[in-house]
């Protein structure tokens, strides 16, 4: 049985499903329930997990029951095309085994200095540095980087991302992370005595912007757009897509660096690239592609932000949108971007 069949299994049955690798996550149908994240089902046997139950991991076959409320196996044969997908008293399905990744405590953090000129000097406050609790590292593996600290959902430390601060190395990577940067949904958990600003901003504005790197986010914030998530990249990790979703944005940008003076314009490819993974998930209209106006945001002066986010705020992009098949064609002309990611249905209107 191949991940086609389970899927159009599960879509028929009425499931939504964001892909997430290897395995899907959904709601739980079967149950009512509108969590979008809270089944996951494994593409290669369709075996399944409702993590907010704390279930053990079940045949495909039992999902299809509980959805449809029948052991009725005539009814049920028709819905699998008749593989069985049951499970016999010698066989079982042990539930993943779940890898913990490593944890950090926060006292860590104290061995952080606060020098903050090398920001300062690109326009960055103490108050943004200190805001997003970095500073510079003197010893160990982020010796003299400016160190961000990562947090997951439950405000542990679980990954650092470093920014160089010496000259003398240029073989010295401008960047260095410390953790699973596919797992970062940063900076939207980082910890504060108040209200979370970057969830209440995302939420204000209905919007979330998607940038490449820390230092990007940096500047954003200090312009006060505060919807901001870093992807690490010109890519999005199946983590970062699941949380999308989940997050219920209306409006997606994203604003991947402009290369747009190299002969392989790494930005624009990454842009279009995630553009297609995230039709998959959202309609069209809701992507939007807005590279900074300079290589990055970084690169921008104070004067050219206001017109940049005018764009969004005015809805000026939407005379771009219609553009985005003709570039995404382009690319896969010119063997950018694979053909395989691209599915005609998602620009028929």
Known sequence: ????????????LGYKLTDCGNHWRTSALYRGGS?????????DSGVWLDYVKNSQALPLE?????????NDKEQIKKITG??????????????????????????????????????????????????????LATEGAMYQRFVFPIYNEDGQI??????????????????????????????YYVPHDSCNIIQEAMSDKDLV???ESIGDLLQLHEQGIKNVLVTFGTSLS??????????????????LNNDSNQKHNRGRIGSFKSYLKLLNYFPQD???????????????????????LQYLETGAYKDDQPNYEKEVLDLIDQKEIPSSLYKKKYFDA
């Not at 969590?35 to 593409?43: E, F, L, M, S």
């Not at 470093?162 to 960047?175: A, E, V």
Request: contains cysteine; positive net charge; charged residues 25%.
């Open 286 to 308: 809701s992507i939007i592609i807005h590279p900074p106006t300079e290589k990055d945001f970084g690169e921008m002066k104070q004067e050219q932000f206001p017109e940049w």
């Open 158 to 187: 679980y990954g650092f991302s470093g920014r160089d601060m010496t000259t003398s190395n240029p073989n010295r990577p401008k960047w260095k992370h410390i953790g699973k940067k596919s797992n970062w949904i940063y900076p």
């Open 238 to 255: 199946s983590k970062l897509l699941c949380f999308l979703v989940s997050a219920g944005c209306s409006k997606i940008v994203l604003s």
């Open 62 to 70: 039992s999902l299809i029951q509980a959805t449809l409320q029948t």
């Open 209 to 211: 912007i998607l940038v």
């Open 82 to 135: 008749g593989y069985d997908f049951s499970i016999t008293r010698t066989e079982t399905i042990e539930r993943p085994k779940l890898t913990m990744e490593k944890t950090y405590p926060e006292s860590m953090l104290d061995k952080l200095l606060p020098h903050y000129k090398f920001y300062n000097n690109r326009g960055i406050s103490s108050e943004t540095l200190v805001f997003f609790k970095g500073g």
């Open 35 to 43: 969590n979008p994240t809270a089944v996951q089902v494994y593409k």
């Open 1 to 12: 049985m191949t991940s086609d069949k389970i899927k159009d299994i599960l879509t028929n």
